[in-house]
């Protein structure tokens, strides 16, 4: 998955460039979302482990390199460090709580453990995320899609 990262972190910088910052945004998150309800939720053997830890990995790790672009966009350069401290902690708070709900969903299916609940939490607001980028780039451009940003 780390492989994955770098090599989507490294690459998908390049892409951005062509689609835009907020598209690429909004595509690492939803095919990141994805790969969990899609890949992740059915992987029942070693290789289709490693394809949604490739898949995942990639476009994770996309996310995470284009996230600071866009808050350049949106916010400028002067304001840069102050926005991405907020976000990433806003991010912190996430992580938080995302253990211990995980937690509770499992053990909600004792005594056959299952994580079917964790991948649909997990997946599911991740999907949900992309929307909101989404939506962030239908107010930047005023409802035209077309616009490159």
Same mark, same amino acid.
């Given at each position: 998955?780390?492989?994955?990262?770098?090599?989507? *972190?490294?690459?998908?910088?390049?892409?951005? =460039?062509?689609?835009?910052?907020?598209?690429?945004?909004?595509?690492?998150?939803?095919?990141?979302?994805?790969?969990?309800?899609?890949?992740?939720?059915?992987?029942?053997?070693?290789? &289709?482990?490693?394809?949604?830890?490739?898949?995942?990995?990639? #476009?994770?790790? !996309?996310?995470?390199?284009?996230?600071?672009?866009?808050?350049? =966009?949106?916010?400028?350069? =002067? *304001?840069?460090?102050?926005?991405?401290?907020?976000?990433?902690?806003? &991010?912190?708070?996430?992580?938080?709580?995302?253990? %211990?709900?995980?937690?509770?969903?499992? =053990?909600? #299916?004792? %005594?056959?453990?299952?994580?079917?609940?964790?991948?649909?939490?997990?997946? !599911?607001?991740?999907?949900?995320?992309?929307?909101?980028?989404?939506?962030?780039?239908?107010?930047?451009?005023?409802?035209?899609?077309?616009?490159?940003?």
């Amino acid at each position: 998955m780390n492989g994955a990262s770098l090599v989507g *972190r490294l690459s998908l910088g390049f892409i951005t =460039d062509r689609v835009g910052r907020i598209n690429m945004l909004f595509i690492c998150a939803f095919v990141s979302g994805l790969s969990i309800l899609c890949i992740w939720s059915f992987a029942t053997t070693v290789k &289709i482990i490693t394809l949604f830890a490739v898949v995942y990995g990639f #476009t994770c790790g !996309g996310y995470f390199s284009v996230i600071p672009s866009v808050i350049a =966009d949106i916010y400028g350069l =002067d *304001r840069l460090t102050t926005v991405t401290g907020l976000l990433y902690g806003s &991010i912190g708070f996430g992580y938080l709580i995302g253990s %211990p709900v995980s937690a509770v969903l499992l =053990d909600i #299916t004792s %005594p056959n453990t299952s994580y079917i609940y964790v991948f649909i939490f997990s997946g !599911g607001t991740m999907t949900l995320s992309s929307f909101a980028v989404f939506y962030l780039k239908y107010w930047r451009s005023n409802g035209r899609w077309w616009i490159h940003g």
